[in-house]
């Protein structure tokens, strides 16, 4: 399988990025005829690994902070360094499948740690398995794949120059660069290290995880009467995503942020010293509640109801886009061929799965999810064939629906509303059971199986249009890119849902103080009110709604500022501290000397994407040594109690100096080095 490779021409072509003239072809990097290994046995177990690593790493920076990692350049860095172990480099088209096997990490990681927690979060744990919350991810990536695949002309080659994709064109150009694989492998390797140490500090409690204004003294007065906090978390993991996020998104993210903790959390309460009942039935008075309890209580709801209305709003915009591709889609499939013409088949650099096979596929798995959910999930409700059949239709109709949605979104920005869209299944799938008379714990839990395939369907189709445009320039067979993320989808699946249990058993997805777990609180909280109590707050959904529009009229992403309006922020301030620094270092060339900025904002995607592997590893690390403790009553991780005033101060001190490590670290390239 690894016979020496026909030596590939250098870089893209010329007319990569551009529109095509008239009559004009796009050829690959590596021709249809050029005969370059591309599924070895090499390019299996590296890109397999990948998937292992970043799947645990990946699951737990989102169940940490709600914000994922695109894995694909830190997994491209990586396959080009490891290249250089064997006795010949690595092929152009190998390390595309490495790519595309190990980014299926964030693809289940997606639809995993989204929704599947809110499980536990609800206690309704007894209803589920570990098989349950493997294999619902599973499908709903498979899904993914087969509805992308009819798109996957109109997107890579009809959009030709017309779609910016930036992840595919950072990742692609790291590849195209691989001579230098060695040397930045080296970079991404000892920022591992470094974050990895600064976190596992951190997990010791060497300093306080989070600097909070509540542990400043002179500040008491905002923070105990005003009820006005600000916190900032120091762990090396989430200051490397804010690099990569950039100034204008994080400065979203933190917008909404600051409009929950000083503005709507300080209205509630400042009105509660004029109220004499709660608010909602079952709550507490408003004037004795904390700052944390009215975030929880009251502007987190109003978050939620914002991130509904981004979402909504997104596919709204999205429609004609819908459109175009479902023609596209079956004009493909119905296309009538003359039957005494000979079949030619496609250029292998257009071959996909068959739609034959993709069909079958669709149907076996309409199957599979129809039998378990009404033979495992609802066997003792009214009328089980008919609510499992509406379910199994929902999950189609919405996922094929949201599919194109969420691929453009990518194609676009690199940013796909796979939160709100997700939110919006769950209302639309909890308004359609009710009205079928499935309520409670079976009601709940159907309502986030339905909500885990499409969420985890809807992951897959943005990651898979960068893996597809990425092939496209460069060569690679679409159906060598669909079948292996189907395989690597069934590994990143076993290992997100050991990380899921894992963390059950050692913090608990109650405790948000430990695992914020944004997304997963959110479908909790929306199944609970709607399933459970009967008492859904419309009323501050509506005002988040509300919010959403405005924000959108401004010319803002509602989206962003919705999210950080939700996410604690102790998990928002740190990004754009992150960011700043991206921002700094990208100009720190000058004007006369651009290219040296790119070339020092270049290295330092590379520290940070080293800092928040390390640092989130760490963290499975920390959390599976702990439940080693829990088992088996020996004391392994040391705590050094550092959390008073003084650690407060001594986190803020030393994450401001990890931050200045990315400044210095990055300002040591060179243009061309």
């Given at each position: 399988?690894d016979?020496?490779?026909?030596?590939?021409p250098?870089?893209l072509p010329?007319?990569?990025?551009?529109?095509l003239?008239d009559g004009?072809?796009?050829?690959p990097?590596?021709?249809?005829e050029?005969?370059?290994?591309?599924v070895?046995?090499?390019?299996?177990?590296?890109?397999?690994?990948?998937?292992?690593?970043?799947?645990a790493a990946?699951?737990?920076?989102?169940?940490?902070?709600?914000?994922?990692?695109?894995?694909?350049?830190p997994i491209?860095?990586?396959?080009?360094?490891?290249s250089?172990?064997?006795?010949?480099?690595?092929?152009?088209l190998?390390n595309?499948?490495i790519?595309?096997?190990?980014?299926?990490?964030?693809?289940?990681?997606?639809?995993?740690?989204?929704?599947?927690?809110?499980i536990?979060?609800?206690?309704?744990?007894e209803?589920s398995?570990?098989?349950?919350?493997?294999?619902?991810?599973l499908?709903?990536?498979v899904?993914?794949?087969?509805?992308?695949?009819?798109?996957?002309?109109?997107?890579v080659?009809?959009?030709h120059?017309?779609?910016?994709?930036?992840?595919?064109?950072?990742?692609?150009?790291?590849?195209?660069?691989?001579?230098k694989g060695?040397?930045?492998?080296?970079?991404?390797v000892q920022?591992m290290?470094?974050?990895?140490v600064?976190?596992?500090l951190v997990?010791?409690?060497?300093?306080?995880?989070?600097?909070?204004t509540?542990?400043?003294?002179?500040?008491?007065?905002?923070?105990h009467?005003?009820k006005?906090?600000?916190a900032?978390?120091?762990?090396?993991?989430?200051?490397?995503?804010?690099?990569?996020?950039?100034?204008?998104?994080?400065?979203?993210?933190?917008?909404?942020?600051?409009?929950?903790?000083?503005?709507?959390v300080?209205?509630?309460a400042h009105?509660?010293?004029?109220?004499?009942?709660?608010?909602?039935?079952g709550?507490?008075?408003?004037?004795?509640?904390?700052?944390?309890?009215?975030?929880?209580?009251?502007?987190?709801?109003?978050?939620?109801?914002?991130?509904?209305?981004?979402?909504?709003i997104s596919?709204?915009?999205m429609?004609?886009i819908?459109?175009q591709a479902f023609?596209?889609?079956?004009?493909?499939?119905?296309r009538?061929?003359?039957?005494?013409?000979?079949?030619v088949?496609?250029p292998?650099?257009d071959?996909?799965?068959?739609?034959?096979?993709?069909?079958?596929?669709?149907l076996g798995?309409?199957?599979?999810?129809?039998f378990y959910i009404?033979f495992?999930?609802?066997?003792?409700?009214?009328?089980?064939?008919?609510?499992t059949?509406?379910?199994?239709?929902?999950?189609?109709l919405?996922?094929?629906?949201?599919?194109?949605?969420s691929?453009w979104?990518?194609?676009?920005?690199?940013?796909?509303p796979?939160?709100?869209?997700?939110?919006t299944t769950?209302?639309?799938s909890?308004?359609?059971?009710t009205?079928?008379?499935?309520k409670?714990?079976?009601?709940m839990?159907?309502?986030?199986?339905?909500?885990?395939?499409?969420?985890?369907a809807?992951?897959?189709?943005?990651?898979?249009v960068?893996?597809?445009k990425?092939?496209?320039?460069?060569?690679?067979?679409?159906?060598?890119i669909?079948?292996?993320?189907?395989?690597a989808?069934?590994?990143?699946?076993?290992?997100?849902t050991?990380?899921?249990?894992?963390?059950?058993q050692?913090y608990?997805?109650?405790?948000?103080?430990?695992?914020?777990?944004?997304?997963?609180?959110?479908?909790a909280?929306?199944?609970?009110?709607?399933?459970?109590?009967?008492n859904?707050?419309?009323?501050?959904?509506?005002?988040?709604a509300?919010?959403?529009?405005?924000?959108?009229?401004?010319?803002v992403s509602?989206?962003?500022?919705?999210?950080?309006?939700?996410?604690?922020?102790?998990?928002?301030?740190p990004?754009?501290?992150?960011?700043?620094?991206?921002?700094f270092?990208?100009?720190?060339?000058?004007?006369?000397n651009e290219?040296?900025?790119?070339a020092?904002?270049?290295?330092?995607?590379?520290v940070?994407?080293?800092?928040?592997?390390?640092?989130?590893?760490?963290?499975?690390?920390?959390?599976?040594l702990?439940?080693?403790?829990?088992?088996?009553?020996?004391?392994?991780?040391?705590d050094?109690?550092?959390?008073?005033p003084?650690?407060?101060?001594?986190g803020?001190g030393?994450?401001?100096a990890?931050?200045?490590?990315?400044?210095w670290?990055?300002?040591?390239?060179?243009?061309g080095?």
């Open positions: 399988m016979e020496q490779p026909t030596k590939p250098a870089g010329e007319n990569a990025f551009r529109e003239k004009e072809k796009y050829v990097t590596i021709p249809d050029k005969g370059v290994p591309e070895t046995r090499r390019s299996i177990v590296i890109g397999l690994g990948m998937a292992v690593f970043f799947s990946v699951a737990y920076l989102t169940l940490k902070l709600g914000q994922g990692l695109e894995a694909a350049i491209a860095i990586l396959a080009i360094g490891f250089q172990l064997f006795r010949r480099k690595s092929t152009l190998e595309v499948n790519v595309v096997l190990g980014a299926t990490s964030g693809i289940i990681v997606g639809g995993s740690v989204f929704v599947m927690p809110a536990y979060i609800l206690g309704i744990e209803h398995s570990f098989f349950q919350i493997f294999v619902v991810p499908l709903g990536a899904l993914g794949v087969l509805f992308l695949i009819p798109f996957r002309r109109y997107f080659a009809q959009m120059g017309k779609l910016p994709f930036p992840e595919a064109t950072a990742t692609t150009e790291v590849l195209v660069a691989g001579e060695g040397s930045q492998a080296m970079v991404l920022s290290i470094i974050g990895g600064y976190d596992a997990a010791v409690r060497a300093w306080a995880e989070n600097f909070t509540e542990a400043v003294g002179f500040l008491s007065p905002l923070t009467k005003v006005a906090v600000f900032l978390n120091t762990t090396a993991a989430i200051a490397g995503l804010g690099y990569l996020i950039g100034v204008r998104y994080a400065a979203m993210i933190l917008a909404g942020s600051l409009l929950s903790c000083f503005v709507i300080p209205i509630f009105l509660g010293q004029f109220m004499v009942v709660p608010i909602q039935p709550d507490p008075l408003l004037a004795c509640q904390s700052a944390v309890d009215i975030f929880d209580n009251y502007a987190r709801k109003i978050g939620i109801g914002a991130i509904f209305a981004a979402g909504i596919i709204i915009r429609l004609p819908i459109g023609g596209k889609a079956f004009g493909e499939m119905f009538k061929r003359d039957p005494g013409a000979a079949q088949e496609a292998r650099v071959r996909d799965i068959s739609m034959k096979t993709v069909v079958l596929m669709m798995i309409a199957a599979i999810l129809w009404r495992s999930v609802l066997p003792d409700v009214g009328s089980p064939n008919a609510v059949t509406v379910s199994v239709v929902m999950i189609y919405v996922s094929f629906l949201f599919a194109a949605v691929a979104a990518i194609a676009m920005i690199s940013v796909t796979i939160s709100g869209m997700t939110l769950l209302l639309l909890a308004i359609v059971l009205r079928l008379g499935l409670g714990e079976l009601g839990l159907a309502m986030l199986l339905i909500g885990g395939v499409v969420c985890t809807l992951s897959m189709t943005g990651s898979l960068t893996q597809f990425m092939g496209y320039w460069l060569g690679s067979t679409p159906r060598i669909q079948w292996g993320n189907i395989l989808s069934i590994v990143s699946a076993v290992v997100v050991a990380v899921i249990l894992l963390f059950d050692v608990g997805f109650e405790n948000r103080d430990l695992l914020p777990a944004p997304q997963p609180n959110a479908m909280e929306v199944a609970r009110s709607v399933m459970q109590s009967a859904v707050p419309w009323f501050l959904y509506g005002i988040g509300a919010i959403a529009v405005l924000i959108e009229m401004l010319g509602a989206l962003a500022v919705a999210l950080g309006m939700y996410i604690p922020i102790e998990y928002n301030s990004i754009i501290c992150g960011a700043l620094v991206a921002h270092v990208k100009k720190s060339g000058g004007k006369a290219k040296l900025g790119q020092r904002y270049d290295r330092g995607l590379l940070s994407s080293g800092l928040i592997a390390g640092g989130a590893m760490v963290g499975v690390l920390a959390a599976l702990r439940w080693l403790e829990a088992q088996t009553g020996a004391h392994v991780v040391p050094l109690g550092n959390v008073g003084f650690g407060n101060w001594l803020l030393t994450f401001v990890l931050c200045g490590y990315m400044y670290d990055s300002r040591r390239a060179k243009v080095g």
